[in-house]
């Protein structure tokens, strides 16, 4: 195979590909195969139409061409030529003839070429892992919260904060039924967070006793729509009052959470709290990271065809929408400042992997997959095979990359290992690496 890179300015390349005939021959021959094992109906098996045969090889090795010979070889050539392609190539011309070389040129863009950026120039505050006993007794407290039990109230309760309720609420509007307002069976814990529309119900829920039935006018609030503002009968029956019981922290409770004793338990806790801290710590680092960085560049040229189909979704998006009442339209311009500030950011990202030979973790990735299909109760193998799957899994692994590519960064300018095995309780400092 031979191979020609033509810069065409900017990052726009051009690439002609020949392929020596005893390299395309096999591809030749199998084209052959398939249309001679072909039935033409009026002919005799291996007997076609003049010229039949050589319109089908052109169309069978056109496909041949685009499936198999140009993404083998364009692959091939780019390796070679150390190209790093930003986006799909086209394809402009496409030669072959039986007995002859195989031939083709395409065009794309590749990626901005950029230096490393200067660490130095980089300022993070260091941040240090401090656990404090309210640390622990606030995720202790958490853990009996998630834990606790709900028991039937004592005959004669009445219904207070924090408890569980099942009511029935029957709406009416001058006596006919409002549908809107209505629901059976609806278990609400009051001083939580609720549906927005049975917000306005929960005063007069409280104080509320098993069996009792209370009938009072409400006036509807925004979050009723078009009702705002109308009166409406709401006749609430309690069927069920729950109070809420913590569990007590005690060996049953250790042994709960598989540790056997007080001290297995909070050595657990520490480790708990200790990756929670350390995961915002490294959060705060790579936000402080990718805001800075740009700022380490002079501006440099984008890939024109991923800019201009950017705007394209864009305009799509903007003329789906305005079709809606709902969505606000979209300020195209803005968004594309938005989005090549993160294109710009992605290729300096991608170029300190490069310059500084950082490699993707891909068990770290594995992991992260796993735990993610085991949460939507798939197997990741069969996630993988779907096209979800896929488009998770390549998130997925976005994500692991850039994380990798940023702490690497970080410990370049605080000059150590972002790992924190213990428990620090100093103060924070500015740091910059040197």
């Given at each position: ?82 190209i790093n392609p930003a986006t799909q190539a086209t394809v402009d011309e496409i030669n072959f003839e039986q007995g002859k070389p195989f031939s083709c040129k395409m065009s794309f863009e590749v990626k901005p070429t950029l230096q490393k950026p200067e660490y130095s120039r980089i300022q993070l505050e ?204 979209l300020d195209i311009s803005e968004a594309m400042d938005s989005y090549k500030k993160e294109l710009r950011l992605s290729y300096i990202l991608d170029s300190v992997a490069t310059s500084e030979s950082i490699e993707i973790d891909q068990n770290e990735v594995l992991q992260r997959f796993a735990r993610m ?62």
């Open positions: 195979m031979q191979s020609e890179i033509q810069d065409l300015g900017q990052l726009k390349r051009s690439i002609s590909i020949e392929i020596p005939l005893e390299e395309i021959r096999p591809h030749y021959n199998s084209v052959l195969n398939k249309i001679r094992s072909a039935k033409v109906k009026g002919f005799r098996p291996g007997k076609f139409p003049k010229g039949w045969l050589e319109k089908r090889f052109k169309e069978f090795m056109q496909a041949e061409a685009f499936e198999k010979v140009i993404p083998e070889y364009y692959g091939k050539a780019l390796d070679e030529k150390g260091k941040e240090e892992l401090v656990i404090t006993d309210a640390d622990i007794q606030e995720h202790i407290s958490r853990m009996r919260e998630e834990n606790a039990e709900w028991l039937e109230a004592e005959a004669g309760n009445a219904a207070g904060n924090g408890d569980q309720v099942l009511v029935d609420i029957n709406a009416t509007i001058n006596n006919v039924p409002y549908e809107n307002g209505s629901v059976a069976d609806a278990q609400i814990i009051l001083g939580t967070e609720v549906n927005s529309k049975v917000k306005i119900l929960l005063p007069h829920i409280e104080g509320m006793t098993v069996g009792e039935t209370r009938t009072s006018p409400i006036t509807l609030d925004q979050f009723y729509g078009e009702d705002e503002g109308k009166t409406v009968s709401f006749q609430i029956t309690l069927k069920s009052l729950k109070n809420r019981k913590l569990p007590e922290v005690n060996a049953a409770f250790y042994e709960k959470f598989g540790k056997s004793s007080e001290e297995e338990f909070l050595k657990e806790i520490r480790h708990e709290i200790q990756h929670q801290k350390n995961f915002l710590i490294l959060e705060k680092y790579y936000a402080a990271i990718k805001s800075q960085l740009p700022g380490l560049y002079a501006d440099f040229d984008l890939p024109e065809i991923l800019l201009k189909k950017k705007e394209e979704e864009l305009l799509k998006q903007n003329k789906e929408d305005s079709n809606s009442e709902e969505a606000p339209a299909s085991w949460m939507f109760g798939s197997n990741p193998e069969q996630m993988i095979e779907s096209p979800l799957g896929r488009n998770f899994y390549h998130i997925t692994a976005q994500k692991v990359y850039e994380e990798q590519i940023l702490k690497f960064v970080a410990e370049k300018v605080l000059g150590e290992s972002l790992t924190h095995d213990h428990d620090h309780h100093s103060g924070a400092e500015a740091h910059s690496h040197e």
